[in-house]
């Protein structure tokens, strides 16, 4: 079965921390993908990456960056979390094909 | 670039009617575009895809889409509702890499 796994799904962290959300993948994708979601507003892209070490800016990347040193793992990092960082988190790993996004259980992260 | 109209923010239908939700597209070629559900606390699942070909796509669960590229539509339908179908539903639309993009959703409350 395959599958996408988020290190965590609820966060609790304090403004101006450095956070850390982890994402790793079993099915060999070459795409793997950070939205946020927000209620009205649907998923929107953060970053993705293509390869190992290549990363793409997406529609929000403001206050965030992303490391792919290995194909099966993609971590989203929040340099200084604020509260407007404080959301629903969803990462997505797709084939070269792009046939389906499979998604990971989320992580809520709530910034205090 | 490309973007998801989902006009619905909130559907309510009774348990064993019909089913429509709308989605609208703006893609410059031809499109990738799927329907997804979200469960309460869960990631999102595929229900559906279309690539080319027919323009009418079956789904899992019983639901169904049609594509019409006149109308940069591509709106899902359930012959009869169940209970169980209560969700958030999503359409993305895609073409390359990195191209994914997501409607604001629609939230489907079933009544008894």
């Known amino acids: 079965d395959v599958k996408v796994t988020q290190s965590s799904r609820y966060l609790v962290k304090r403004t101006g921390e450095k956070v850390f959300l982890e994402c790793v993948q079993d099915?060999?994708?070459?795409?793997m993908f950070w939205y946020r979601q927000d209620p009205g507003l649907g998923l929107r892209l953060i970053y993705f990456?293509?390869?190992?070490?290549?990363?793409e800016k997406g529609d929000i990347p403001e206050g965030y960056s992303v490391s792919r040193e290995k194909k099966e793992r993609f971590s989203l990092i929040l340099e200084s979390a604020s509260t407007n960082q404080t959301s629903m988190y969803l990462c997505?790993?797709?084939?070269?094909?792009?046939?389906?996004?499979?998604f990971g259980q989320g992580t809520r992260l709530t910034v205090v | 670039a490309q973007s998801v109209t989902q006009p619905d923010i909130h559907i309510t239908v009774s348990e064993g009617a019909s089913l429509e939700l709308r989605c609208n597209y703006s893609?410059?070629?031809?499109?990738?575009l799927f329907w997804y559900v979200q469960s309460p606390g869960q990631g999102l699942q595929l229900l559906l895809k279309?690539?080319?070909?027919?323009?009418l796509v079956q789904g899992i669960k019983g639901f169904e889409a049609e594509f019409k590229r006149s109308q940069s539509s591509f709106n899902l339908r359930k012959p009869s509702v169940h209970w169980s179908d209560a969700a958030e539903y999503f359409c993305?639309?895609?073409?390359?890499?990195?191209?994914?993009?997501f409607g604001a959703g629609t939230r489907l409350t079933v009544k008894p």
């Open positions: 893609y410059g070629a031809t499109p990738y």
């Open positions: 993305a639309v895609g073409g390359g890499i990195g191209d994914m993009r």
């Open positions: 279309y690539f080319s070909g027919d323009t």
């Open positions: 099915m060999d994708h070459e795409n």
């Open positions: 990456s293509y390869d190992v070490k290549m990363k």
């Open positions: 997505a790993s797709i084939s070269s094909m792009n046939t389906e996004a499979f």
